[in-house]
């Protein structure tokens, strides 16, 4: 079981960047998905990125590519969303979760442990 706790979220205007943190309650293990999801009020929850421990490749949701960047530092426990460009569609609760799995997508229901979320709000 691992514990994860989200923190970076903020209210921002269009075109500026936040940066979001996920500190984990234990290392990364091998062969662990780790996604940023989010969920805005009245849709459904959706992935943003994931990244997989195993095969090292990360996957972006077509809405963020070229703009949001998962970064990861082991040593501290902590995966990262760096989110450029944003647009008041980026509003939403994002979440942070794992799966102990070795293809990663952006599937929620295929993780298993989930952050508490951190509020992102874009105005325009």
């Known amino acids: 079981q691992v514990q994860l706790v989200e923190s970076g979220g903020d209210s921002v205007q269009a075109g500026g960047s936040l940066r979001l943190s996920c500190v984990a309650s234990r290392a990364f293990a091998y062969n662990w998905c780790m996604g940023w999801f989010r969920q805005a009020p009245g849709k459904e929850r959706e992935g943003v990125a994931a990244?997989?421990?195993?095969?090292?490749?990360?996957t972006y949701a077509d809405s963020v590519k070229g703009r949001f960047i998962l970064s990861r530092d082991s040593a501290k426990n902590t995966m990262y969303l760096q989110m450029n460009s944003l647009k008041p569609d980026d509003t939403a609760m994002y979440y942070c979760a794992t799966a102990s799995r070795y293809f990663c997508d952006l599937v929620p229901s295929r993780y298993n442990f989930w952050g508490q979320g951190t509020q992102v709000t874009v105005s325009s």
């Open positions: 990244f997989s421990t195993g095969g090292g490749v990360t």
